[in-house]
């Protein structure tokens, strides 16, 4: 495939190396954040760089400004590949591999390298509120907590268990059709916790039923959706053709969130990830953006060809969406 000149800065093909759609539909979808866009072309990861682990960090620094320098329609992600394969091998060119497995793992990358150790919220068990914790440009923008209230059926007390998240892995609860607030729906639902599933009750010194409830106590800048359209069947992995609706705006996760995080919890979709079945599993994304007059482009209208089902969703809070 020739490169030729790109007359819109960020809209840029990737190249495929042999298998690696669902790398170039992640990466699409990061390179059109707004916030990890200017971080990169701004040079900031180069002063926040550790030098011990950097080549991820600069093919990718490389990557966004080959995308957004606007002189190529078209162009190869081999040198990112290549890095990124060195440190993870299950990510070599000749297998397809997981989108989230790759996305997890790009992600965790990039904040190993450019992390720094600074007083912050650190989300376990172990750490009180405002610790001294390790966040990077990826913790800042992706990052996410949720705090689980689990109470006793037996003695009735409650405890919590926070938990950070980059990746929210929602559940499909239908197999014709349902909307991403249906997924939401499910995934924050109350849950009752029984036989293998009991939990370890510090006040009663057994095992007992319980449920279980999850809430939003902080919402990232961008939030990702995952879909599960994955399930066992008769000893079989099968894969959910499920439509799912979803909104271009105003997604509200106010209702899953606790009440001093309400404010501001409406988001405006940026990218999505889909996976065109037949006649093999690709992987491809739809990322909106914005041309040199700052209009929107909106791709989104792909999604609804029939055989592309989406797997990941880039939420932004609404404001950001247009920059």
């Known amino acids: 495939m020739e490169e030729t000149h790109s007359q819109c800065p960020g809209l840029t093909g990737l190249k495929n190396l042999g298998n690696t759609c669902y790398m170039n539909a992640i990466l699409q979808c990061l390179c059109s954040m707004p916030q990890l866009v200017e971080y990169f072309l701004s040079g900031k990861h180069k002063a926040a760089l550790h030098k011990e682990n950097g080549q991820t960090v600069i093919a990718f620094g490389c990557l966004m400004s080959d995308m957004w320098l606007g002189e190529f329609d078209c162009v190869s992600p081999e040198v990112f590949h290549s890095a990124l394969e060195k440190r993870y091998p299950a990510f070599r060119k000749k297998s397809q591999q997981d989108a989230q497995e790759f996305l997890i793992c790009v992600l965790n990358e990039l904040h190993e390298a450019l992390k720094s150790s600074e007083r912050r919220c650190v989300t376990n068990a172990k750490a009180s509120r405002g610790s001294v914790g390790e966040t990077s440009i990826i913790t800042q923008l992706f990052e996410g907590q949720l705090s689980y209230e689990i109470t006793c059926l037996e003695c009735k007390s409650t405890t919590e ?47 007992q039923d319980a449920v279980v409830k999850g809430t939003i106590t902080k919402a990232p800048q961008i939030i990702v959706f995952h879909l599960k359209r994955f399930e066992w069947r008769d000893k079989h992995k099968g894969k959910l053709s499920t439509t799912i609706r979803y909104p271009l705006s105003n997604l509200d996760l106010s209702p899953y969130a606790a009440p001093p995080f309400c404010r501001g919890a409406e988001y405006s979709l940026r990218a999505v990830v889909v996976s065109f079945a037949f006649p093999a599993s690709i992987c491809t994304a739809l990322p909106r953006a914005a041309d040199e007059a700052g209009a929107s482009l909106d791709f989104i209208y792909v999604l609804y060809i029939y055989g592309f089902h989406p797997f990941f969703f880039f939420f932004l809070p609404a404001a950001d969406v247009m920059q």
């Open 161 to 207: 268990r926070p938990e950070s998240f980059t990746v929210l892995s929602l559940p499909v609860p239908s197999k014709r059709a349902c909307s991403l607030e249906d997924c939401l729906k499910c995934f924050f639902q109350q849950d009752t916790l029984t036989w293998n599933n009991q939990i370890h009750c510090s006040w009663c010194g057994t095992k």
